[in-house]
């Protein structure tokens, strides 16, 4: 059986539902997660509305705190 592949990006209803924020609060973390990436790596391919699958992961998910 083929696995199901996820996106490479992570849009702004899945940060709505994993954060449990507003429309308006998932994009600003998404353009802040963005933001920090672009920082951190200056040749990131960075998409208005969604962020890196797991750059989000790691920043909100496992590390416990959160975004």
């Not at 449990?20 to 200056?42: C, F, H, W």
């Amino acid at each position: 059986m083929a696995e199901k592949k996820l996106p490479l990006f992570v849009g702004v209803d899945t940060v709505i539902s994993d954060l449990g924020v507003s429309r308006a609060k998932a994009y600003d973390v998404i353009k802040q997660l963005n933001k920090e990436m672009k920082e951190q790596y200056p040749r990131a391919i960075v998409v208005a509305g969604k962020v890196n699958r797991i750059w989000y992961e790691e920043a909100c998910l496992k590390t416990g705190t959160g975004c």
